[in-house]
């Protein structure tokens, strides 16, 4: 299936950020769960503090320091790290933890992304290509009403983009050569290495993803096609 | 997500002959890439000879004689050397091996079974759990116009059903327990071996699944369901 003259047959996308606000979730959820045991914190900060070490702790896995461990569990080594920090440790009781945590699977998406993934749906095969595990990239999916052929991406290849074993495992499952699958992110550093695995690329703009301000309005590197948002993506391609 | 008080949260299902017809649409396929090449099988024929391959070449895997290969690749191996058995060998060219290899992703479901899968996703998530690899459920899904959660199976758990790891690497990547996912099949030897390693069971009855005859028209093993097809497996759950 394809609709273009691009030789494109599939769209393989990042997840957060790219098309879920984590930020504005993570801070409704936390407040959601956090304000009823008397703390008062700045939830967009918390949101930012637990998002804040989320790099190194794939970097442990990625670095081989660590076996392949699925990003909820990785999530959860963080949030234990950022509450210790904040001085609150003793304040949150287990059953809230393991409930917080799963706050990843019901992050909100942008409003141009159902329509989106359903206008691309018609021509193409989508799939996440994200560094969340399965079963919150299904979670997600039923949240947002969205419709995926697969759930690609690092629980697959057990391993963390973006190493390169990441796009290629979902290029593999997929039956395709790599220049028939387009990344798509709101994230340059993901786009230039799915550029350099082989794959065609994609931006997003998501200027706010982090609060105002702060996030790509425009990528960095090369891509082939750079987007306002999916609705913009789908009448490019 | 469940709709009933027996705590099954998800539905995974073996898809060769439970979901679809393989014989009727292999007998189709092969007919409309052989024929033209002067070949008059009988097809139907045909079609249960590759089928009767299918056992042994995953057991080479299964048995650590071969490393993991997707099925596509194995359907392969058996379609050479069916066609060097009927003595055809040197009368199908590649392209045509290629093109009729990928007739397994090319398949047509049971007619309950479009109904019945939407009926039963209000309720559960609802993934394949078969040999078959992800791009060619993916395609299956496409052609009949299913909406699965993911894309579970052998190809996530690289070896072969009725090996338990297949089963529990499909729990594992839904975060449900063992008891929480109900294995849908056609075959008695697969449900076995699916509560064996601590699934629950449902037999759909496919009794013309290999011929007028030639299939189970009822379980031979203990199984939490029997249905007559998988409309009657959502109205029972």
Not at 89 to 113: F, I, S, Y
Not at 118 to 130: F, G, I, K, V, W
Not at 224 to 236: E, K
């Amino acid at each position: 299936m394809s609709g273009s003259s691009t030789g494109i047959k599939a769209l393989v996308f990042d997840v957060f950020g790219t098309l879920v606000d984590w930020r504005g979730s993570i801070a409704r959820e936390a407040r959601q769960a956090l304000e009823p045991l008397g703390l008062a914190l700045d939830w967009p900060e918390f949101a930012d503090a637990w998002r804040g070490e989320y790099q190194g702790a794939m970097e442990e896995v990625r670095s081989g320091r660590l076996p392949f461990s699925k990003l909820d569990r990785l999530h959860r080594r963080n949030l234990d790290l950022v509450l210790a920090r904040l001085g609150v440790d003793g304040e949150v009781d287990e059953p809230t933890r393991v409930k917080l945590n799963l706050a990843w699977h019901r992050l909100d998406a942008w409003p141009d992304v159902e329509p989106g993934l359903q206008a691309l749906r018609r021509h193409y095969l989508l799939a996440p290509c994200s560094n969340g595990n399965i079963s919150l990239m299904v979670d997600l999916a039923r949240r947002n009403g969205w419709h995926w052929d697969a759930i690609l991406g690092a629980e697959l290849a057990r391993d963390y983009k973006p190493k390169a074993a990441v796009y290629l495992h979902a290029c593999a499952a997929l039956d395709l050569k790599r220049e028939q699958v387009l990344m798509v992110a709101a994230h340059s550093a993901d786009l230039a290495a799915a550029a350099a695995a082989g794959l065609r690329t994609a931006h997003i703009a998501r200027p706010d993803e982090a609060g105002p301000g702060r996030g790509e309005s425009a990528p960095s590197v090369a891509v082939d096609f750079a987007a306002r948002d999916l609705r913009d993506l789908a009448s490019q391609l």
